[in-house]
């Protein structure tokens, strides 16, 4: 990316802070205030804030708090708060992808035909014809699959019931007299055993049974886009309800986001890397997509130990999701599903298809992790599976996809699946745009998504240290990376073994071994823009001091701009809210010598009414952005002109400007 490194951005805010000693931001008049403000600030809130925040710290169960310790306190709110209910809109609780019954169905290896359907098509069945053709993944030069497929030649279809061989499949039926004109379409998937094979016949010499190693867990990751732990609460009620009474599951209510995207975030948990890092290191587009093979991705640790690794998701054109080597890989044929059958709900504004065929695409990733779960029973497996499509974009659809959710953990449990396995519903961060994001309660919950785990019930009587330290996290300030390296501990079994795995410093821990009470975000290297541990006051939008830092984010941004000239420069409008924080630890490290006040803005530019979330610091008169200004409103097409990952939120195409 140009011009964005740390010398750069630092060379930046320097030259910045020069044109304001001697701007409309920072007059005689202006540095005199801010002076006076810092001081009263300081004198009158910041010293009982923090003497009010430290007498509360040694009751963390108080409910006040999601957590509240010396290193991290979190405000709890009620999820169904007033700033959430004057926002609240009449959304379906479910839909249905598809009035007709479909033709063919499959269930284990066995695809199923129901000719008897063909009426409600306007078809005799008589003359129906079917075919299914395999779906055949593409591979790069080096062997490894990619995210596109083709099909085999057609098979028909003639008995009611058929054998599967493929992993994958396209049926298609048609009426006999125009076999030209197919009227249905569906695509199957299968979870063949042989592809495992190796493994399980490796894992029975060395282990015997599979119920001889319960504690070899298998682990199962379900991740859900866009889902933070409130809205979890708020619109997957059952699924939530049911986790807790009936999974004894464990609620992580201080697991704070790492990056303000789905990337950063699955970066550091899926590879225990920063996202800078990862950049640093990463291929050329040209390359094949996806992770490259030598990258620590966690699921080779898992494959190094013997297990079975799956992979599935519900936006199957995603370069980054694209782990290639594991033995259960549904996306050749969910790019099918996406070609052929794929289909949007009218007036809902969705950005990505919530449908494939008669059902929804969350089900499709639901149904095929339940598939090799039953598959493969015989040995330890590690799945990764991730859903988007219905959650990505809406705060209430969220609630769509409880029942499908709670379904899948009931089947699960009742059929003695989660007897052997550890079960983690995590997201990536919460709603990242719309009215409420632009609340103080938005701001929380876009940093703290939902990350709940499951354990099996003999788990805490047979490991009760481990356990112990596993409950005790859930009140403490946990990151991407601690998930990463509770993964790890799973797939070398370092738990029991109570080895300290060596980590990069800021990297997180494992969540088999307790979490410090004096944890700070910077001490996991979440970036104080993003932390949910600072707190904030209302504060004045007509407050000059505001209004400077937020015509400051401004030139900021337009600085940065300058480097894109297809995009226009932008101009302040007006400020929408804001909240102000003092006498904090992180913000202020040497409160006796500087005094910083940290604002936190949202504003709107123009053209197009950009919303922006800005955190913005003022010492000693001087204003600095501190982390990435964010985007809080669509912006769909305006930066089509360029490509940069950070200021396309910000860019503006000039062949979007109204012509003269």
């Known amino acids: 990316m140009q011009g ?27 540095l005199i205030v801010f002076t006076i403000l810092d001081l009263l600030v300081f004198h009158s809130g910041a010293f009982s804030g923090l003497f009010r925040s430290r007498s509360t710290r040694g009751s963390n169960d108080d409910e006040s708090y999601l957590i509240n310790t010396p290193g991290c306190v979190i405000q709890n709110f009620d999820v169904l708060s007033p700033q959430f209910a004057k926002l609240r809109k009449e959304y379906p609780m479910s839909f249905k992808c598809g009035d007709k019954r479909d033709l063919t169905e499959s269930a284990g290896l066995k695809l199923f035909m129901f ?7 306007k078809v005799k069945p008589s003359d129906l014809e079917c075919n299914y053709r395999r779906v055949i993944p593409r591979t790069d030069k080096e062997g490894f699959i990619n995210v596109r497929s083709t099909l085999g030649d057609p098979v028909p279809i003639t008995d009611t019931e058929t054998h599967i061989d493929e992993d994958g499949i396209l049926a298609t039926c048609f009426e006999a007299s125009d076999n030209n004109t197919p009227i249905y379409y569906n695509v199957h998937y299968f979870v063949q055993p042989q592809k495992a094979q190796v493994k399980v016949e490796n894992f029975k010499k060395l282990h015997g049974d599979r119920s001889a190693q319960p504690d070899k867990l298998s682990v199962l990751v379900l991740g859900i886009d866009s889902l933070s732990r409130f809205n979890m609460i708020r619109h997957m009620t059952e699924t939530y309800r049911y986790a807790m009474q009936e999974l004894d599951a464990l609620d992580f209510r201080g697991y704070n986001k790492q990056g303000a995207n789905t990337r950063p975030n699955t970066i550091a948990f899926l590879l225990g890397m920063t996202r800078d890092k990862f950049d640093a290191t990463e291929f050329d587009e040209k390359d ?42 549904q996306r050749g044929a969910f790019t099918v599903s996406q070609r052929h059958i794929a289909h949007f709900i009218p007036n809902l504004g969705f950005s990505y298809a919530p449908c494939q065929g008669n059902k929804m695409s969350a089900s499709v990733i639901y149904d095929y992790a339940l598939d090799v779960a039953r598959s493969v029973k015989d040995a330890p497996y590690f799945g990764f599976y991730w859903t988007c499509a219905i959650t990505h974009d809406m705060l209430m659809m969220t609630r769509v996809i409880d029942q499908p959710v709670k379904t899948l953990l009931q089947t699960l449990n009742e059929e003695g699946i989660l007897n052997h396995t550890v079960l983690f519903l995590v997201s990536d961060h919460g709603a990242r745009y719309g009215k409420l994001r632009n609340t103080y309660l938005g701001n929380l919950e876009v940093n703290l998504p939902a990350f709940m785990a499951i354990f099996p019930p003999w788990f805490k009587t047979l490991y009760p240290r481990p356990w112990k330290n596993l409950v005790t996290n859930t009140r403490r300030l946990v990151s991407n990376f601690d998930f990463h390296q509770t993964l790890h501990d799973l797939a070398s079994r370092d738990y029991i073994l109570n080895k ?80 102000m924080s003092s006498g904090n630890n992180v913000t202020r490290p040497n409160a006796a010598k500087q005094l910083v006040t940290v604002y936190l803005l949202v504003l709107q530019t123009k053209p197009a009414s950009a919303t922006l979330e800005s955190l913005v610091r003022s010492a000693a008169g001087e204003l600095s952005v501190v982390g990435e200004v964010q985007r809080t409103n669509r912006y769909g097409n305006q930066s089509h002109c360029i490509d940069d990952d950070i200021y396309r939120q910000y860019c503006f195409c000039r062949d979007q400007l109204p012509q003269q």
């Open 4 to 30: 964005t490194g740390p010398a750069t951005l630092r060379a930046r805010v320097r030259g910045l802070r020069a044109r304001i000693k001697g701007s409309r931001y920072c007059l005689p008049f202006s």
């Open 115 to 121: 000719k008897e359907r063909a009426t409600e098509y």
């Open 288 to 329: 094949r997509g996806g992770f490259r093979s030598e990258f620590p991705v966690i699921w080779k640790d898992f494959a190094n130990e013997g297990y079975v690794t799956a992979f599935g998701d519900d936006v199957a054109g995603s370069q980054f999701f694209n782990p290639h080597d594991v033995e259960y890989f």
């Open 500 to 579: 300290i795995r060596p980590v990069e410093a800021n990297h997180g821990q494992s969540l088999f071994r307790e979490v410090p009470e004096t944890r700070t975000c910077a001490d996991v290297s979440i970036p104080l823009h993003l932390c949910a541990c600072e707190s904030y006051d209302d504060v004045s939008v007509d407050d000059p001091l505001v209004e400077a830092a937020a015509k400051f984010t401004v030139d900021y941004l337009n600085e940065g701009l300058t480097n894109f000239p297809d995009c226009v420069q932008l101009q302040f409008d007006k400020v929408l809210s804001a909240r």
